[in-house]
């Protein structure tokens, strides 16, 4: 059964066009020719005149014919990482990360990564470059395999091309470059100490608002819903240095976590 029903949903929230979305992106700052990563909640928009397609053509027109939009396109399903690898099929397995992802990735010109837990899609003339040898990248663990947040993982390429990443009516709880970060985080401490960290398991929310306080992020909406706007980069950068300098309000609702002994016996100081 439905969470919400559209007749509700038409009956009681704001009617939003494609126009509309475009015109409120373009106020938080989204321009022609950038590439942009979107985490995305339709339901939050209101009722979106057109659906999920309205929602995908409103990014395509701000970013214009020289931008590229890139989506995640994750499999999970409530299964764990070795069904989740079992089961993939990079033309089939349907993403299950919000509905204008899944129609994102079913449209003609639109590309995915090959990674059966942490896939993204892309469309635009980037889209190529972001999506290609997710397959072939390896050598940074993380709990999904060394693949998924590597150097060829359209995660840190995304961070390489100077994309923006937007929460399109979601917050930084499903922020999947926190993902990236950890596993990047991770693989430093093992060049630095030959001795890998434990994984920094932090809170997504606490390390967002710590974020905000320190890096520009833009904060409108999208019809109805509360957007976010900011430099990939920027997140990455904070991240790794919150935890390599002060990660302890991050893990203050995990008391003994492993990362917080490992950082607390001095392991992190030449990271
Ligand atoms: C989980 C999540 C996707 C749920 O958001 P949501 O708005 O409820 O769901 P979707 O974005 O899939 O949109 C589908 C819903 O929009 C509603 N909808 C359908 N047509 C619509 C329209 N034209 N206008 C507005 N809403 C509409 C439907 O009620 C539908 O719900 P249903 O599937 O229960 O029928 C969202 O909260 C979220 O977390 N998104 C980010 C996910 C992510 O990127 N994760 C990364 C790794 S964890």
């Known amino acids: 059964m439905s969470k919400h029903s559209l007749e509700q949903i038409a009956r009681e929230r704001r009617h939003v066009t494609q126009a509309d979305m475009a015109k409120d992106l373009a106020a938080l700052g989204l321009q022609t020719g950038d590439v942009v990563m979107v985490h995305s909640s339709m339901s939050s928009i209101g009722y979106v005149v057109g659906g999920a397609d309205a929602v995908i053509d409103a990014l395509l027109e701000v970013v214009g014919d020289t931008g590229s939009v890139i989506m995640p396109s994750l499999v999970r399903g409530g299964l764990s990482v070795e069904e989740r690898f079992r089961i993939w099929d990079i033309e089939k397995s349907p993403s299950d990360v919000g509905r204008i992802t899944e129609v994102f990735r079913q ?146 609702k995990r008391p003994g976590d492993e990362f917080m002994i490992w950082h607390a016996e001095g392991r992190h100081r030449k990271l």
């Open 107 to 252: 449209r003609r010109e639109s590309l995915r990564s090959w990674h059966p837990t942490h896939a993204a899609s892309a469309i635009g003339p980037l889209a190529h470059e972001l999506t290609k040898d997710h397959q072939h990248a390896s050598g940074r663990p993380s709990p999904w395999g060394d693949a998924a947040f590597a150097a060829d993982s359209p995660w840190e390429k995304m961070c390489g091309l100077g994309a923006k990443y937007t929460f399109l009516g979601t917050n930084y709880r499903t922020c999947t470059l926190f993902h990236y970060i950890q596993a990047l985080f991770a693989e430093r401490s093992t060049t630095e100490f030959a001795r890998t960290a434990p994984w920094p398991n932090f809170d997504f929310t606490e390390m967002g608002a710590a974020f905000e306080k320190r890096y520009p992020v833009t904060v409108g909406h999208v019809g109805e819903a509360e957007t976010r706007l900011f430099m990939a980069c920027d997140l990455r950068d904070f991240g790794l240095s919150a935890l390599r300098d002060n990660p302890v309000p991050f893990f203050r």
